[in-house]
């Protein structure tokens, strides 16, 4: 298998045993004709006169890939661990978690390559889905942590979305 220095950052080059007729610039009418042409290796035609400076390229299958774009995310859930209150500390940073998915879409050219000359064959497209977590942290307020005796509540909104208020009680500790 050949060098294939046209594409460097490419991914999944294989050889096409398959050879493209490359006219030299200035070439004759016959040479010309010829030009772009794709043979199977070792099938190439002969060169139809002396002194023709015409190129016979060795050619590879090459994939691009575009960029991966979002085409959607799912509704996030949030959640949160429950907060630790120290005796007489009425509030506390409590670690809430925000996890979605989105699905990603990219392009992937299949292309033949030769020498300086790529074609593009077939575009078709990939998907994937990919989990993002996010985390933030809120502060979770107590009513009390002073009266062991009875049940405190606490209260914490979602830093992102303020509007959501979890609420829970626990017994002080002592
Ligand atoms: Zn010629
Ligand atoms: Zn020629």
Redesign the pocket.
Known sequence: MGSNPESPESEGVISANKVQWQ??PG??E??NE?DGQYFSQGNEPE???PN???KIVECYYVNEYGRWKEISRSVPSYNMQDPIFTQLINSTLVLWMKSYYITEERNVNICIGCGTRREVLETNNEHRKRKIKNTEYSIAYCASTTKIDEWSVWWCANPWVPGDIRRGSFRPGP
């Open positions: 006219a030299n070439a004759c016959k040479c010829l060169k139809p006169h023709c400076n015409c």
